[in-house]
T-cell receptor, first 113, second 114 residues
């Protein structure tokens, strides 16, 4: 039972353009959502998060949008840079589950110069 | 300074052996976690400790035994290793589990069973 899904295993974008990574979830009890970035042979690095009481959070080039009615989350990167090339994981949690994060399977982003 | 550090980074061993992975965090967090990333790249929680007390045990075989000597350390001991234990194991930490705060991950330990 996969509660968090990233249906695109890979995405290729030209440098300077917008990258949009998508995530769908099924559990309406999720109250906090996160995006992580992962380079090979390294651990996931926290990128940006959003609480379920908000619909948008922005940090520099990164913006996360939450559509609760559609149970959909997206990460926008503008402008995309070659250094953004990595695997991006969406994750979610419910407040009463001991901090347990449920991860999607990841989307590999490639930003071409 | 590394915030969450795991040792060793690579571990190659034979089936049936017992091995340990160590994790330390210097972020002053109260909660630590172990996640397993399998061959399909899914990251799944195994255990969580809050202030040295076990709060999550995700139906992991009892060959896996976490130990938290203090809140800055969470070690993972695995007995009688099996082929299916081959994976990358990530340690993470965060503030109190109920707080909407991110978890910070170590760089992982790649365990290969021969």
């Amino acid at each position: 039972d996969q509660q968090v899904k990233q249906n695109s295993p890979s995405l290729s974008v030209q440098e300077g353009r917008i990258s949009i990574l998508n995530c769908d979830y099924t559990n309406s009890m999720f109250d906090y959502f996160l995006w992580y970035k992962k380079y090979p042979a390294e651990g996931p690095t926290f990128l940006i998060s959003i609480s379920s009481i908000k619909d948008k959070n922005e940090d520099g080039r990164f913006t996360v949008f939450l559509n609760k009615s559609a149970k959909h989350l997206s990460l926008h990167i503008v402008p995309s840079q070659p250094g953004d090339s990595a695997v991006y994981f969406c994750a979610a949690r419910t407040y009463n589950q001991g901090g347990k994060l449920i991860f999607g399977q990841g989307t590999e982003l490639s930003v071409k110069p | 300074d590394t915030a969450v550090s795991q040792t060793p980074k690579y571990l190659v061993t034979q089936m049936g052996n017992d091995k340990s992975i160590k994790c330390e965090q210097n972020l002053g967090h109260d909660t630590m976690y172990w996640y397993k990333q399998d061959s399909k790249k899914f990251l799944k929680i195994m255990f969580s400790y809050n202030n040295k007390e076990l709060i999550i045990n995700e139906t992991v075989p009892n060959r896996f035994s976490p130990k938290s000597p203090d809140k800055a350390h969470l070690n993972l001991h695995i007995n009688s290793l099996e082929l299916g234990d081959s994976a990358v194991y990530f340690c993470a930490s965060s503030q109190a589990p109920g707080q909407p705060q991110p978890q910070h991950f170590g760089d992982g330990t790649r365990l290969s069973i021969l």
